[in-house]
């Protein structure tokens, strides 16, 4: 069975442009998660979408938003991109929600902004 | 809202010792605590996770524990070994609830030979 694919690997965008990030989970899984990592903030919630459907929001600013498609595949974009969101990026995958099980994480998007 | 708060943010023991990762929560209605580690430049991956209707879990050399009364959980590994090295989150749900899952900031550990 693959694995949750992230694609890119690697972006390097400038200040203000936008950028979006693809997801695609393990087969059958219902739940993507979007997760941003920094060192020393850990993994901060971005969003849940399930069923295509946004299920949760983390504590983000509205130039991130995500959406689903009718295949689970999720996408994240960030727009007018500032110095502050150079991250990994990890989006995850589970069955169910994502407070109820094991999730299975991607490799990850690096975003540097210039 | 949850807040997961994770100690200590590094932590460095003698290969052959143990090794204590702690967290405490704020929601006491939290009730599916995982931990997933991360080794360097890959991606997290689940080692085990508690719910709250048991107080401990093994595996192998991996146990968690979990006091409800005092809103903490804590990671114990046992007879470390160098794979062992890695970044640990801990995090809290509330399963079944429509409500994020909240992660701590991680445990840099670091196995000395």
């Known amino acids: 069975k693959a694995g949750v694919t992230q694609t890119p690997r690697y972006l390097i965008k400038t200040r203000g442009q936008q950028v979006t990030l693809s997801c695609s989970p393990i087969?059958?899984?219902?739940?993507v998660s979007w997760y941003q990592q920094t060192p020393g903030q850990g993994l901060q919630f971005l969003f849940e979408?399930?069923?295509?459907?946004?299920?949760n929001k983390g504590n983000f600013p509205g130039r991130f938003s995500g959406r689903q498609f009718s295949n689970s595949r999720s996408e994240m974009n960030v727009s007018t991109l500032e110095l502050g969101d150079s991250a990994l990026y990890l989006c995850?995958?589970?069955?169910?929600?994502?407070?109820?099980?094991?999730?299975?994480f991607g490799s990850g998007t690096q975003l540097s902004v210039l | 809202g949850e807040n997961v708060e994770q100690h200590p943010s590094t932590l460095s023991v003698q290969e052959g010792d143990s090794a204590v990762i702690k967290c405490t929560y704020s929601?006491?209605?939290?009730?599916?605590f995982p931990w997933y580690k991360q080794e360097l430049g890959k991606r997290p991956q689940l080692i085990i996770d508690?719910?709250?209707?048991?107080g401990e879990k093994k595996d192998q050399r991996i146990a968690v524990t979990l006091n409800k009364t005092a809103k903490h959980f804590s990671l114990h590994i046992t007879e470390t070994q160098p794979e062992d090295s890695a970044v640990y989150f801990c995090?809290?749900?509330?399963?079944?609830?429509?409500?994020?899952?909240?992660f701590g900031k991680g445990t840099r550990l670091h196995i000395l030979p």
């Open positions: 995850a995958s589970s069955l169910g929600g994502a407070q109820d099980e094991k999730l299975f």
């Open positions: 087969s059958g899984h219902r739940s």
């Open positions: 979408y399930f069923s295509e459907t946004q299920r």
């Open positions: 929601d006491s209605a939290s009730n599916y």
């Open positions: 508690i719910r709250s209707n048991v």
């Open positions: 995090a809290a749900s509330i399963m079944g609830r429509d409500d994020k899952i909240i």
